[in-house]
Structures are given as structure tokens and as C-alpha cells.
């Protein structure tokens, strides 16, 4: 069995306690992590403090602490296989994504490394004489960052390297299922010679880990990625400090097809909208919104290409589909499929969990048209697509909008006119116009409503780990006049 550990203040450590992680794709015990409890949390949050205003890291250049990002994404890059194994292994993600994903990741480090000295405080032109005005940009201050266990090194990345960048330290609270990935980043964060204490890499479950750094009282921002009852635990933690937070929460995002849209490419992208991950996206596009008039005909070939899709081991580079991450995952997705079906949705095609080992799930698909069903408002985070037609696109752009969340959407039409109405019309960040799912370090990537606030992805991100701090500087040798008169 692995054994890992994690990383605070320079050092590799074992944890106050111990815990088991499972692999999905067969239900039995493969690694041992360390769990972190309130003294550790306590004593990374202090090694990041004490390094973010003394020692080396408090005295390296923007220009310096951007070659050390650097360092890392090259080490990323060489050691994108392991990486991509080990959250395979760890959270059943299949290694086709994980391996693509990862080496992208490094791309996310790459760009914030360059970003590193490009931030700019300003100068103000005041409306006052003999006085030098300027803005100084600073770090935020300790961040605490907290993510799910879907993504972990992506999701980690769009939140560490623009707080690199902006020159502050932080803890990561990996997530406890899975957290082999990011505990094995650590060793690369170290090789990278970033000082000790700058990031500091804990496991450990939410209410004794998660909410215990959350309300530390050193902790400036929390980043927080996961879904929104979870979240609002975060906000609640943060009013203890009162600390900033940025939620990158869950969605329920709508993928409309208009009669005209090129069906083949819109059927590919709804299929790796909802079933890549095994449908554990964030941004997966769940509700299908098709044009009544190709209803039939598109269901046809999104059913055809649901049944073809492999699903097996996520260690195989066939595999197309795999497990979810944990049987509480498999529990939910089976239970809200059954919940729905009661409700009237029509299941054509998936929709039962097979016999045999591991988490797994088939490719799902509920016909929801006319019928009130929980597949449209909650989340699966599995690969299940609900799917309801509309005659016209103002009722398309109110099924789309007909939701508390407003994370992604996607809209598949050839009328230029149309697709520029829906992009301003549909309540989300992201809207993609014939593709979908596609990310860049340069976009910024958020969500309205339940899917949270701030932005991750471009140069916002890094300066959203900045403070600005004003600075007065009077160039006059001139006595100062009366005192009770403001100038
Ligand atoms: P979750 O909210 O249950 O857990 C996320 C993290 O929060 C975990 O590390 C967990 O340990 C921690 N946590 C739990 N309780 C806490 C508390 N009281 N205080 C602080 N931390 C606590 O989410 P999950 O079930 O692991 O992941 C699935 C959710 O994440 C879905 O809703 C999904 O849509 C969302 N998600 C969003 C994005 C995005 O970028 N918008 C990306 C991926 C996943």
C-alpha cells in the first residue's frame, strides 16, 4: 500500500492522524494519507504568515519568484505521467484526461510566471500640489485554498500560480478523496526550491481541515472550489476573520441546439460536455435544450454515441468512460436518476449501475420534456443529460436562464445574429458558441448565481491576490501650515 504524506514548512510529514483512500475502479484500499486536524492546519497557516513577511521569499523579485514558477511547470510537464497515474488511481478520472489535463496544467504556470513581473502599482495624477500619489500593489496575505477532489492539480493551479505571482503564500487543503495528486505535487513544489512555508499542502475532511483553516485567523482570502451547501460553510468561516473569498461552485449549465446547427459536431460536444469525467464536471453541459423540430433525430444520435462509448479501467488508454470517485457519488447519481424517473422523466437510455466492482455508471440520458424532474435543477456530477425541447428562442433562452446556477452555457447554431442575442442574453460565465468545454490559462472562468463569484484564468486572477496600499508622499520642504485645515 502507498503511503503519503504532506507538506508544511519546508517538511514532509506523516499527519496527526491517518486515513484510507480507496480506488474506484475497484473499491479496495490502495493508499494511506495523512490527516490533518487543527494543530496542523494551525501550524502551516503560521509557517505561511511568518514566511510571507520574513526570510527569502519576502525579499525575491517579482522577476525571481517568476523563474521559480517556471521551475515548477517544467517539473509539472516531466512529471506529467506519474501525476496523471496517481489521480487516475486515486479518483477513478481516466488516464486519457488526466494525462492531457496535467500537461496543460504546467501551461497554467507558465502563463503566471510570466505574469509575475508584470504587475503594476500606478501612479495618481492627485488634484493637489507638492504631493506624489501612488498605488503599490502587495500581496493579499496568507490564502487558504480548498478544492474538491475532481481536477485537483487543475483546480489548484488556476489558484496557485496567480497567488505565486502575486508574491503571497498559502496553505492547499487537498480534498480528502483523492488527494494522492496533490500531495505528490508537493514533492515538485519543493525540488522547485520555492522556501519553505511559501505553499504548504494538507489533506484532511471538511469540518475538522477545511473549516479549521477557513477560520484561522491569519488566513486574508480563501479560494474555494466545491459546491455550494459547502460553500456557504466557507462564507460563514470567513466572517470569523473576515477574510475575502473567491467560489468557484457547481453548475447546471444549458447546451441549446437550434435546428440549423451542424448535428454531428453539436452531438460530440454534448457527449464530451456531459460524459467526459464521468459527467464530474463543474462545467458540464447537463440540460440539454434542443429545437423540437430535431428533438428525435439529435436524441438518436446522442443515444448511439452514449451506447458506443467504452467504459473500463481508467488506467486504459481506451477507456472513455470511467467510475465516479466514490460510492457516495455513485449513491447520489443512482438516487436522483430514480427520483426523476418517478417524476415522469423518461429514461432512453443508461440509468442503472451495473453489477460488479467499482463506482462505475453508464452514460445516461432522461427525456424530461413536460415533466417537473429534479435531473433539470440539481446536480449529478455524473454523466447524466436531461433533455427538454423549445419552439422559439425567446422560450430557449428562458429554459436556459431557469436555473439558480450560472456557471457555463453552449449554444450550437450557424445564425450569426441568433448566437450574439444568446451571448448576451444567457445568465452564466461562460458561454461557448459551437464548442464547448474549452479552457485557457489567458480566459477568466467563473460563475453567476449558486455557481459562486470571482474569476480564475488571465491577469484579473493575479491581481485579485493583490492589495493596494496608497502611498502619500509630500514634495514640498515648505513648513506645514494650520493643522485643522485638510489639503
Ligand atoms: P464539496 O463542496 O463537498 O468539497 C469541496 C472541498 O471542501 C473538499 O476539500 C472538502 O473537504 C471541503 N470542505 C467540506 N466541508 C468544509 C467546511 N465546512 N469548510 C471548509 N471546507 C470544507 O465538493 P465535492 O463534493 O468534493 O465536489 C463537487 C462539487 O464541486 C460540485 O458541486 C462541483 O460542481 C463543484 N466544482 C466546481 C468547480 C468550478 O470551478 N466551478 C470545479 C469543480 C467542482
Redesign the pocket.
Known sequence: MQRFQYYIDGEFLDGEARFQSIDPATGNVWAEMPEAREADVDRAVNAAERTLYEGPWAKLTATQRGKLLYKLADLIAANAQKLAELETRDTGKIIRETSAQIAYVADYYRYYAGIADKIEGSYLPIDKPDMDVWLRREPIGVVAM??????QLF?SA?KIGPALAAGCTMVV?????GPAPLLEFARLVHEAGFPAGVVNII?????A???A??RHPKVAH?A????????R??VR?SAENLASTS?????KSPFIVFADADLESAANAQVAGIFAATG?????GSRLIVERSIKEAFLSILKRKAEAIRIGSPLDMMTEVGPL?TKR?QDHVAALVEKSIRSGARLVTGGQRPDGVGYYFPPTILDCDGVNSPSLTD?F?GPVLSVVSFETEAEALRLANDTRYG?ASGVFTQNLTRAHRLMKGIRAGVVWVNTYRAVSPIAP???FGL??HGR?GGLAAALDYTRTKTIWLRTSDDPIPDPFVMR
Open positions: 480548498v478544492v474538491p477532489w475532481n481536477s483546480l488556476v487543503k487537498a480534498s480528502e478523496d489533506t484532511g475532511f471538511g469540518p481541515c477545511g473549516a483553516l477557513g480563501i474555494f472550489t466545491g459546491g455550494p451547501e459547502t460553500a460553510h466557507v468561516n467560489l468557484e461552485l457547481g453548475g464530474q464536471s463543474c462545467v458540464a470517485a457519488q446536480e456530477f456557471l472562468f467563473g460563475g455557481s459562486g480564475e
